[in-house]
């Protein structure tokens, strides 16, 4: 049964979503876009986000402008009149168009800010979570923002969360699959001279994670690249960090033909995820990336809850372990030939 929704918006509403960060986060707040589309085929969407974030929105043609949001580095320089000036700028971009209707995904009370600010001048509904799911980062103070809070399950998968706020506004029913980027995520940086000389057939393992208790153990790490290895597949290791191009050596040093790769942008890394026959990792911003392109991904859960951001829409798609449940090197492998259809 579908939602029931109390807006009345034109035919071709002008919306604004504020979903800022981090970098999973901003993926699975993706198919909310489709799915105001689809109700609204002419819809203007305009994005809040990170600055660092611009890039991977506008891989969606269906949002008009991207518009950037950079609080961690104005706060590092929150004296200087620089900084005032793109703030300003902001506030200006937010309001420069009488918005329909704001949808803010994120649950702060700084984005909520944002949106309440995005609001004022059209008296635009503003929907947002009317409460906390486990393991979020909810703030309850944003809720005194919004003028339509929705609330949904406590256990509520990161993509569901946010379709869940955009049905209440279009009342209908999110169809599934979900779906992700535009068509340009394809072949982006598909010729990156970068990635010119990658093996034939190759396994991207994205071991690196800011919370170590999301790590999987460095022995399982070796293992596993020596069964790859053993298939004709070589192991390469991302890192985004000079202590995570340490992590990577090390991982390297105990498995055959492994490879650290070059220091990489997270547009470049689309090129190097379409390429792979499978993509292992940690849960990290990358790893639902390639989950979020359909790509053989094996995604490992060892101190975060599968069911939060897990993903659920292709059969090449593999999740193991779960909170307080590391995966063994069979669970990993097994699903690494089972997304490849390589019988187990």
Known sequence: MAPASSFALPARPRILIVKVSSLGDVVHNMPLVHDLRARWPEAEIDWVVEEGYVDLVRLLPEVRHVIPFALRRWRKGFWKSGTWDEIGALRAAIREHAYDAVLETQGLLKTAIVARSAARASGAPIVGLGNATQGSGYEPAARLFYTAPVKVPRQTHSVRRSRLLGAALTGTTPPEPPRFFGPAARTLHADDPLWADLPARHA?????????????????????????????????????????????????????GARVLPRFSVMQGFGLINRAEVVIGVDTGLVHIAAALCRPTVEIYTATWRWKTEGYWSDRIANVGDDGQVPSVDDVYAAARRVRGVSV
């Open 204 to 256: 991207v393992c994205f071991h690196a994670t800011a919370g170590a208790k999301k790590r999987w153990p460095v022995a399982h790490w070796h293992e596993l690249g020596r069964r790859l290895h053993a298939e004709g597949l070589s192991v390469l290791l991302p890192w985004g960090s000079e202590s995570e191009k340490r992590d990577a050596e090390a991982l390297a040093a105990g498995m055959p």
